[in-house]
């Protein structure tokens, strides 16, 4: 096998010396190398060394091969070229290896390791020969040490983790092949330090590899990391069953959020990074198989279709109910002497006896119930009306026919009086009677809300799912799984999605939305064919039956599932808003149906109640773009939130009889001076009052909490004011609803306790900060900022001082107690450190003494986010009452989003200078790690020493002393220039 490589040998040498004999001639050292030996020599541009090298590669065992080299002589402007050459591949670095950052910067590496891509074989053992070129033009001798060896734990096994170092020019890549019966696996490379930043890249086994920063992202998938990455990798992928996990660290930490070092701007000069280590864990282990994941997609979708299978034997129950209650009532109504249907004020349920009672102006009682029976039997129920007689629904041919009737036809309030008559007239009063418009005028109100609601969604969600389509396909074709902020630990991927199973737990929302509809048409059907047949039940008894809102109500939580699945098809920080949208108008349209089951006359129309969640919408979007940290923002926010409470409120309690106009003002006025000044009255309608008074506190109460802690999650904050809304509301609909001698029956107590278990469940998931849809679940895949963004951040980056960081640590350390541990070093592990405010709070709690601590620390550190928030703004109430000045005090989100770390160091600078100074036995620590403040030192003067200083002039004023007119020359003459 050696003689068939002599030729090949031959025919390279001859061939660098004819590509190089313009140059002057070469000296070629050739010789033969083993493995895991150092050697050391010298090139320079007259001499090139070659090493030989042969190994056995057999067709069933891996073998992986590691070249080491480390350039001794530091000189600029001649690198010297390793070439590796093998029998399908070629390898070639120089080193000084030079690395490129952002923009453009240089770092510069002596020390570099490459492992070779092993060539396949047919025989099952073959003889590889392999050749190690050194290079240079230096004219001067260059030495450097070069090493081969092989590596023992290059394959990878499933269940075995495997710990190794790497540096951004010793990059590491290892072989794993898929066992037998194994179609999916697991690649999870975690390490104990954030920074610096790496990327771990799935590729398969081709060659060449890439392994460098440069070009890491060619081929594959790939991932940036912190702390923790994870890979999902199937067998269908690579045909050759086996792939490499190539890692490696970057030049920079900017692509995961951390700083950028220090550069000297000289142009052409590389950096030399040094030893930028990283120590790292990989681990293969066996995703789900299909035939569980399988199982799991059909338990998901058999729990919601239980819920149609519980919602049809309901219904089965509740129809044979009432069938059974319909012919105890016929039986019961039919009068033996004259064989008439007769009416029994008992047969509504939930009604009391009328013995004894006319409501209407029947003289003694004399109305007779069989006439008003007996006109409702052949359809004529007009019940003595005058002005606007009822008409019967049964001889209509067509329950939609409404085209002709206008809304702006009916007046809400100024026909009450010419009306009365028609409730005077009526034996019995019924809900359905204080309904003062026409139902088909309602019927049609309402049915736009369902219609408007649809074109919204199909205009609203074609190009949403349009651009999640992009962003997988662009994910799929370039492999950079940065662009979506999955939890990959726990993402399975499905034909061509990344997480199939993220956007199947979104199933529950389109299923039961779908189901909410079905019901709300089956009642709809049942109460048409009721009218129909002239049912007194459906004619009379509760509000006139609309079912508009509430198909609204279906569509908007269909339209959410839809849109949250869009989301998770690639969540980051650009689609967030999709599925928020629909969120927003389901409390809208809650709270507008229940006002409608009260109010069924003067609730909003479909038009202006869309364009107020359409001004919702548009300050959740202005929030998440603006809102981070913006006071004005947050004033303008807070002011318009708090004016439209009162606005609503002044809405809900004159039932819409109050208008704004230009005549408002003279209204309040008069209003103010009549029921408080001239004669001081309660309020007419005390319930509503109640309500009102209680909503716009808690609304107050938000809007102060969103101007003082400035959420950094604004859309969720929006959703919180709607959903606090929300449910106020609805435990005032219950209340009155008790109030009113109404009783709540079983089902609707089922759902709401239900209801209630469910929502603190979520609730409380939702305030644990698992996860957030700003940051990924690494926080490697931040997306970086650009343009003047970038060029800001990075230089609020730059403030930041790691010698300052190691002074503060200790001075925490020491004023606090080892208990408090120690962070790692860099911003991350700062941040990380003091981010919970937990420290801060024990900081600022020794320079008190004992019994006047000023901040409660909790025993167990908070995990919620709102209340590490929370610690952190107790901690800079305490240093300023401490007496650490505003300038020096940094924001919440400076620290809990590392915005700006450097203005965290202020602080505690501040803090610690202000110890020190005070000198009152609570300050531990050497005094010398701080600035001493400067003391007042307050002088007094007696009268006479103050009469004497007025016939001083003061040195400020300027000094007549030593003035000459020397030298002066003649006015007008230009100035004399002398070179």
Same mark, same amino acid.
């Given at each position: 096998?050696?003689?068939?490589?002599l030729?090949?040998?031959?025919?390279?040498?001859?061939s660098?010396?004819?590509h190089?004999g313009?140059?002057?001639p070469?000296?070629?050292?050739?010789?033969?190398?083993?493995?895991?030996?150092?050697?050391?020599?010298?090139?320079?541009?007259?001499?090139?060394?070659?090493?030989?090298?042969?190994?056995?590669?057999t067709?069933?065992?891996?073998e992986?091969?590691?070249?080491?080299?480390?350039?001794?002589?530091?000189?600029?402007?001649?690198p010297?070229?390793?070439?590796?050459?093998?029998?399908?591949?070629?390898?070639?670095?120089?080193v000084?290896?030079?690395?490129?950052?952002?923009?453009?910067?240089?770092?510069?590496?002596?020390?570099?390791?490459?492992?070779?891509?092993?060539?396949?074989?047919?025989n099952?053992?073959?003889?590889?020969?392999?050749?190690v070129d050194v290079s240079?033009?230096?004219?001067?001798?260059?030495?450097?040490?070069?090493?081969?060896s092989?590596?023992?734990?290059?394959?990878?096994?499933?269940?075995?983790?495997?710990t190794?170092?790497?540096?951004?020019?010793?990059?590491?890549y290892?072989?794993?092949?898929?066992?037998?019966?194994?179609?999916?696996?697991?690649?999870?490379?975690?390490?104990?330090?954030a920074?610096?930043?790496?990327v771990?890249?799935i590729?398969?086994?081709?060659?060449?590899?890439?392994?460098?920063?440069?070009n890491?992202?060619?081929?594959?998938m790939?991932?940036?990391?912190?702390?923790k990455?994870?890979?999902?990798?199937?067998?269908?992928?690579?045909?050759?069953?086996?792939?490499?996990?190539?890692?490696?660290?970057?030049?920079?930490?900017?692509?995961?959020?951390?700083?950028?070092?220090?550069?000297?701007?000289v142009?052409?000069?590389?950096?030399?990074?040094?030893?930028?280590?990283k120590?790292?864990?990989?681990?293969?282990?066996?995703?789900?198989?299909?035939?569980?994941?399988v199982?799991?997609m059909l338990?998901?979708?058999?729990?919601?279709?239980?819920?149609?299978?519980?919602?049809?034997?309901?219904?089965?129950?509740e129809?044979?109910?009432q069938?059974?209650?319909?012919?105890?009532?016929?039986?019961?109504?039919?009068?033996?002497?004259?064989g008439?249907?007769r009416?029994?004020?008992?047969?509504?349920?939930?009604s009391?006896?009328?013995?004894?009672?006319?409501?209407?102006?029947?003289e003694?009682?004399?109305?007779?119930t069989?006439?008003l029976?007996?006109?409702?039997?052949?359809?004529?129920?007009?019940?003595?009306?005058?002005?606007?007689?009822?008409?019967?629904?049964?001889?209509?041919?067509r329950?939609?026919s409404?085209?002709?009737v206008?809304?702006?036809?009916?007046?809400?309030?100024?026909?009450?009086?010419?009306?009365?008559?028609?409730?005077r007239?009526?034996?019995y009063?019924?809900?359905?009677?204080?309904a003062?418009?026409?139902?088909?005028?309602?019927?049609?109100?309402?049915?736009?809300?369902?219609?408007?609601?649809?074109?919204?969604?199909?205009?609203?969600a074609?190009?949403?799912?349009?651009?999640?389509?992009?962003?997988?396909?662009?994910v799929n074709?370039?492999?950079?799984?940065?662009?979506?902020?999955?939890?990959?630990?726990?993402?399975?991927?499905?034909?061509?999605?990344?997480?199939?199973?993220?956007?199947?737990?979104?199933?529950?929302?389109?299923?039961?939305g779908?189901?909410?509809?079905?019901?709300?048409l089956?009642?709809?059907?049942?109460?048409?064919?009721a009218l129909?047949?002239?049912?007194?039940?459906?004619?009379?008894?509760?509000?006139?039956?609309?079912?508009?809102?509430?198909?609204?109500?279906?569509?908007?939580?269909?339209?959410?599932?839809?849109?949250s699945?869009?989301?998770?098809?690639?969540p980051?920080?650009?689609?967030?808003?999709?599925?928020?949208?629909?969120?927003?108008?389901?409390?809208?349209?809650?709270?507008?149906?229940?006002?409608?089951?009260?109010?069924p006359?003067?609730?909003?129309?479909?038009?202006?109640a869309y364009?107020?969640?359409?001004?919702?919408?548009f300050?959740?979007?202005?929030?998440?773009?603006?809102?981070?940290?913006?006071?004005?923002?947050?004033?303008?926010?807070?002011?318009?939130?708090?004016?439209?409470?009162l606005?609503?409120?002044?809405?809900?309690?004159?039932?819409?009889?109050? @208008? +704004?106009? /230009? *005549?408002?003002?003279?209204r309040?006025?008069?209003? $103010?001076y009549?029921? &408080?000044?001239?004669?001081?009255? !309660?309020?007419?309608?005390?319930?509503?009052?109640?309500?009102?008074?209680?909503?716009?506190?808690?609304?107050?109460?938000l809007?102060?909490?969103?101007?003082?802690?400035?959420p950094?999650?604004?859309a969720?904050?929006?959703?919180?004011?709607?959903?606090?809304?929300?449910?106020l509301?609805?435990?005032?609909?219950?209340?009155? @609803? +008790?109030? /009113? *001698?109404?009783?709540?029956?079983l089902?609707?107590? $089922?759902?709401?306790? &239900?209801?209630?278990?469910?929502? !603190?469940?979520?609730?409380?998931?939702?305030?644990?900060?698992?996860?957030?849809?700003?940051?990924?679940?690494?926080?490697?895949n931040?997306g970086?900022s650009?343009?003047?963004?970038?060029?800001?951040?990075?230089?609020?980056?730059?403030?930041?001082?790691?010698?300052l960081?190691?002074?503060l640590?200790?001075?925490?350390?020491?004023?606090?107690?080892p208990?408090?541990?120690?962070?790692?070093?860099?911003? $991350?592990?700062?941040?990380?450190?003091l981010?919970?405010?937990?420290?801060?709070?024990?900081?600022?709690n020794s320079l008190?003494p004992?019994?006047?601590?000023?901040v409660?620390?909790?025993?167990?550190?908070?995990?919620?986010?709102f209340?590490?928030?929370?610690?952190?703004?107790?901690?800079?109430?305490?240093?300023?009452?401490?007496?650490?000045?505003?300038?020096?005090?940094?924001?919440?989100?400076?620290?809990?989003e590392?915005?700006?770390?450097?203005?965290?160091?202020?602080?505690?600078?501040?803090?610690?200078?202000?110890?020190?100074?005070?000198?009152?036995?609570?300050?531990?620590?050497?005094?010398?790690?701080?600035?001493?403040?400067a003391?007042?030192?307050?002088?007094?003067?007696?009268e006479?020493?103050?009469?004497?200083?007025?016939?001083?002039i003061?040195?400020?004023?300027?000094?007549?002393?030593?003035?000459?007119?020397?030298g002066?020359?003649g006015?007008?003459?230009?100035?004399?220039i002398?070179?």
């Open positions: 096998m050696f003689a068939l490589g030729p090949f040998l031959v025919l390279w040498v001859a660098v010396e004819s190089l313009v140059l002057g070469k000296n070629v050292s050739q010789k033969d190398a083993e493995f895991e030996r150092t050697y050391v020599d010298e090139v320079n541009s007259e001499l090139v060394n070659i090493y030989t090298f042969n190994h056995t590669v067709r069933n065992r891996t992986g091969v590691r070249v080491s080299v480390n350039v001794l002589n530091k000189q600029k402007g001649a010297l070229l390793f070439v590796v050459r093998q029998k399908e591949a070629v390898v070639s670095f120089q000084p290896l030079i690395l490129r950052g952002l923009y453009q910067r240089k770092y510069l590496y002596q020390k570099v390791e490459r492992t070779l891509c092993q060539p396949p074989t047919k099952e053992s073959e003889v590889q020969f392999f050749y240079t033009l230096s004219p001067v001798n260059t030495t450097y040490q070069l090493r081969v092989r590596m023992d734990d290059f394959v990878l096994r499933t269940g075995e983790q495997f190794f170092n790497t540096t951004a020019a010793q990059p590491q290892f072989k794993y092949e898929f066992p037998e019966g194994v179609d999916s696996v697991i690649v999870k490379v975690t390490s104990n330090k920074f610096p930043c790496s771990i890249s590729q398969d086994v081709l060659c060449p590899v890439y392994d460098l920063d440069n890491v992202a060619f081929i594959g790939y991932q940036t990391m912190t702390k990455a994870a890979i999902t990798v199937q067998r269908k992928d690579f045909p050759s069953n086996s792939f490499y996990v190539v890692v490696v660290v970057k030049t920079e930490d900017q692509a995961c959020g951390g700083s950028l070092p220090f550069y000297p701007f142009e052409d000069e590389p950096v030399d990074q040094g030893h930028r280590q120590t790292l864990s990989v681990l293969v282990s066996q995703a789900v198989t299909s035939e569980a994941y199982g799991g338990f998901c979708l058999g729990i919601f279709l239980s819920f149609y299978l519980l919602t049809v034997l309901l219904a089965c129950w129809n044979w109910r069938k059974k209650k319909t012919l105890l009532v016929a039986i019961d109504r039919v009068c033996p002497e004259s008439h249907p009416v029994l004020a008992d047969s509504f349920p939930g009391s006896s009328y013995e004894g009672y006319n409501y209407g102006s029947f003694n009682g004399s109305g007779s069989d006439g029976v007996d006109s409702a039997g052949t359809g004529d129920l007009s019940y003595g009306y005058q002005d606007r007689p009822f008409d019967p629904v049964g001889p209509r041919p329950l939609d409404m085209s002709s206008e809304e702006d036809d009916y007046d809400t309030l100024t026909d009450i009086d010419s009306d009365k008559n028609v409730i007239t009526k034996q009063l019924y809900v359905a009677d204080l003062r418009k026409d139902k088909r005028v309602l019927r049609k109100k309402y049915q736009i809300y369902f219609w408007n609601i649809a074109t919204i969604a199909v205009f609203y074609l190009p949403v799912v349009q651009l999640v389509i992009t962003y997988q396909t662009v074709v370039t492999g950079n799984q940065d662009i979506c902020y999955y939890n990959f630990l726990c993402a399975h991927p499905l034909g061509n999605l990344s997480a199939f199973n993220n956007i199947l737990s979104n199933l529950g929302y389109i299923l039961l779908l189901l909410f509809l079905l019901i709300i089956q009642r709809e059907i049942n109460h048409n064919r129909l047949r002239n049912d007194l039940y459906a004619l009379e008894c509760g509000i006139p039956k609309h079912f508009g809102l509430f198909y609204a109500m279906g569509t908007a939580l269909m339209m959410e599932g839809l849109l699945a869009c989301y998770h098809v690639c980051n920080y650009t689609n967030f808003q999709f599925d928020t949208s629909f969120m927003y108008m389901i409390a809208g349209l809650c709270m507008l149906k229940l006002y409608q089951k009260r109010h006359d003067i609730n909003a129309s479909a038009y202006s364009a107020c969640l359409a001004i919702v919408i300050f959740s979007v202005l929030g998440v773009v603006f809102g981070k940290g913006n006071t004005v923002f947050w004033i303008v926010f807070s002011v318009i939130h708090i004016i439209a409470t606005l609503l409120s002044t809405q809900l309690y004159y039932m819409g009889r109050w @208008k +704004l106009d /230009s *005549g408002i003002f003279r309040i006025l008069h209003v $103010l009549t029921d &408080c000044i001239r004669q001081c009255s !309660g309020p007419l309608y005390v319930d509503r009052m109640v309500l009102l008074v209680m909503g716009n506190i808690i609304n107050w109460s809007a102060a909490y969103g101007l003082i802690m400035r950094n999650d604004f969720s904050y929006l959703l919180a004011i709607g959903i606090c809304n929300l449910l509301y609805f435990a005032f609909y219950i209340i009155m @609803k +008790l109030r /009113s *001698g109404e009783r709540i029956k089902i609707p107590l $089922l759902c709401i306790v &239900c209801t209630s278990v469910v929502w !603190g469940f979520a609730l409380f998931f939702f305030f644990q900060g698992l996860s957030t849809w700003q940051l990924s679940c690494n926080m490697a931040k970086p650009y343009g003047m963004s970038r060029e800001v951040q990075s230089k609020i980056e730059k403030k930041y001082d790691e010698e960081e190691e002074r640590v200790e001075w925490i350390i020491v004023q606090c107690g208990d408090v541990g120690r962070p790692d070093r860099g911003r $991350l592990g700062f941040q990380v450190w981010k919970n405010g937990v420290i801060l709070s024990k900081l600022v008190y004992d019994g006047s601590k000023p409660k620390v909790p025993e167990n550190p908070p995990s919620m986010v209340k590490q928030m929370e610690q952190v703004a107790q901690f800079l109430k305490a240093a300023e009452d401490y007496g650490v000045t505003k300038t020096d005090m940094f924001q919440t989100v400076d620290l809990f590392g915005k700006d770390l450097a203005a965290v160091q202020r602080t505690l600078m501040a803090l610690g200078s202000l110890a020190v100074t005070k000198n009152d036995g609570h300050y531990r620590g050497d005094p010398n790690w701080f600035m001493k403040k003391q007042e030192h307050k002088r007094e003067f007696t006479s020493q103050l009469q004497e200083g007025k016939h001083v003061g040195l400020q004023m300027g000094s007549n002393r030593g003035a000459s007119q020397a002066m020359t006015y007008g003459r230009p100035r004399q002398i070179s």
